[in-house]
């Protein structure tokens, strides 16, 4: 068949065409530039009303203009978040060296499932996870990892390494009504619920422990929660340590959860639950870890330093983990998908091989090669790969250092100025992230010892409900009389994670992770506060 119409549509879509490329891209680049103009929201309504109802598809072929007036709308109506003014969740803007890394994955198309079908991409993908593994569990012999969906999708594999371990065969025989635990800390991620319901495990058999003021998983109720499954002869898969929570950056101790497990399991002759790490917001505090506090070689604000300490300890003791979780399309400022799932020990893997039985050592060989062979995924994209090694040596570590502190102090600043106003009150002080969680009550109320009352148990039901509608509504009001030009995006959490007697905390919510976000937003989130 070579009709002028095919011949067309081979020229048209499956030939090179810098120059038609070039040009659409520009004119993207273009709009995106534009959007600089806009506030940080949609630039044009959405239309819904129509969307499954009139879909329309095109009868002749087109050309690749077609192709970018089928989607120019969408993309135009699309916010980049690349607004300083965003503060409302764990998103940031891509980078431009994420770019770089997303387009040349885009131009070659490879597919990670195996090595015949990506050759070197395969390789960046072993350079990629040794790379995080190596800044993570810090140089440690035989790390392995590979790019999934998402932290969900990371998360799931850490759980299904653990079940594993404790139920050999499991990825054959099904569960068979064992009877299997996960542990969790009430600040966790609710991707950890997903993970055990689609796992078969049941979101029942999750068991989430109570945090500390600082949001990290009571230890002594760790303890208490393994004697207790144990002694009623149920088998726990693993134990979730949180790197970060999303709303207050909550660290769990990593160490003390691995000792802990590990005397527990001993105890009850049981094989010890697989200590995995979710650290899809968290993972960024690694790249303290051999900042010299005392040369100071960044000229870090003094202030500063005893924060950049924290972490430095904090990120010590990933080193005991058996497995972690990590969201370069998080802090990393990446494009999505950018998500590894990191093990310690590459022999870790074999629990997720798909022939167990016939080959448990394949990943001395094929493994290194063939990632489908343990992958959830099949087909598996490279963009994690490509936007994560353009990233790191892009901006190169020092680079991350700047970016990772300016952001840890713009949350302390925000914290610090909200804590010398007597009615508001931080509510993840304790906390190295970059995000700040607040009470705002009326001028008037002292929330420090309005909140003190709370943790010490003397605050009754009425009152309790009065002071946290006290902080929704003044949240209201603040969002309804911001000027979008000047005052930042918040968000409001209606619990933060920590419990105290029982009780879900709402709060009001900043996350700094936009490296553009700088004092004078601070600030004057500070002063359209003080004007409630
Ligand atoms: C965002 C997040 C997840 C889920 O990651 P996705 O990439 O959105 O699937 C898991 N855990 C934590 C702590 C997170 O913040």
């Known amino acids: 068949m070579d009709t002028p119409q095919y011949r067309h549509l081979i020229e048209t879509f499956f030939t090179s065409q810098p120059e038609a490329i070039t040009q659409i891209f520009q004119e993207l680049l273009s709009a995106l530039e534009a959007e600089g103009q806009h506030l940080p929201s949609s630039p044009m309504s959405q239309n ?30 699309t916010d980049s978040w690349s607004s300083p003014l965003h503060l409302e969740n764990v998103k940031g803007p891509a980078s431009n060296a994420s770019l770089i890394g997303a387009l040349a994955c885009l131009l070659k198309n ?87 319901g689609w796992l078969g495990m049941g979101t029942a058999q999750l068991h989430s422990i109570p945090t500390d003021a600082s949001l990290a998983m009571r230890l002594d109720l760790l303890e208490e929660k393994l004697e207790a499954l144990y002694t009623d002869g149920v088998k726990v898969a693993y134990v979730v340590a949180t790197f970060g929570t999303t709303d207050t950056f909550g660290v769990d101790d990593v160490a003390e959860i691995r000792r802990i497990t590990e ?35 960044l000229d870090f604000p003094e202030t500063l330093l005893p924060i950049i300490a924290r972490a430095k300890t904090c990120a010590h003791g990933l080193r005991v983990a058996d497995s972690i979780t990590i969201d370069f399309h998080k802090m990393g400022w990446g ?12 022999s870790d893997l074999r629990y997720l091989s798909r022939s167990v039985e016939q080959m448990p050592y394949f990943s001395e060989a094929d493994g290194r090669r063939d990632p489908a062979l343990f992958t959830l995924e099949c087909s598996r994209p490279a963009l994690g790969p490509y936007t994560v090694m353009a990233s790191l040596n892009g901006i190169g570590l020092t680079g991350w250092q700047v970016l990772v ?36 009550l009326p001028k008037g109320r002292n929330a420090h010892e309005i909140f ?33 030009r000047l005052d930042a995006r918040l968000s409001f959490t209606t619990s933060i994670g920590y419990c105290p007697s029982g009780r879900s905390l709402p709060a009001w919510k900043a996350v700094f992770f936009n490296p553009r976000t700088g004092p004078e937003i601070v600030d004057r989130v500070i002063a359209s506060i003080e004007e409630l």
């Not at 350079?127 to 998360?155: C, E, Q, R």
């Not at 009065?466 to 979008?484: C, F, G, I, N, S």
């Open 48 to 77: 819904y009303e129509t969307a499954s109802v009139n879909p329309e598809i095109h009868v002749l072929p087109g050309n690749l203009k077609d192709a970018r007036d089928a989607i120019f709308p969408y993309f135009w109506g």
């Open 110 to 196: 490879p597919n990670l499932c195996t090595d015949t079908y990506s050759q070197r991409s395969n390789e960046l993908e072993v350079k990629a996870v040794t790379a995080l593994a190596n800044l993570l569990f810090y140089h440690t012999d035989d790390p392995w990892g590979v790019f999934t969906m998402g932290g969900t999708i990371s998360n799931l594999y850490g759980a299904k390494i653990g079940i594993e371990k404790v139920l050999p065969g499991a990825m054959h025989h099904g569960l068979q009504g064992a009877k299997i635990a996960g542990i969790v800390s009430e600040a966790s991620h609710y991707s950890n619920q997903s993970v055990a």
């Open 263 to 297: 005397t527990q399991a001993q105890k009850f002759g049981q094989p010890r639950p697989q200590v995995h790490v979710d650290g899809a917001v968290g993972w960024v505090l690694c790249f303290f870890s051999e900042y010299d506090l005392e040369k100071n070689p």
């Open 335 to 346: 494009h999505y998908p950018g998500s590894a799932f990191l093990v310690n020990q590459r």
């Open 405 to 440: 502190a300016h952001a840890l102090e713009q949350a302390q600043r925000l914290k610090n100025k909200l804590s010398a106003l007597e009615y508001c009150h931080v509510l993840n002080q304790d906390t190295i992230g970059p995000s700040v969680a607040w009470w705002v």
């Open 452 to 484: 003190a009352k709370l943790e010490a148990g003397q605050l009754t039901d009425e009152e309790f409900v009065r002071y946290t509608a006290e902080v929704r509504r003044l949240y209201e009001k603040r969002d309804r009389t911001k000027d979008p």
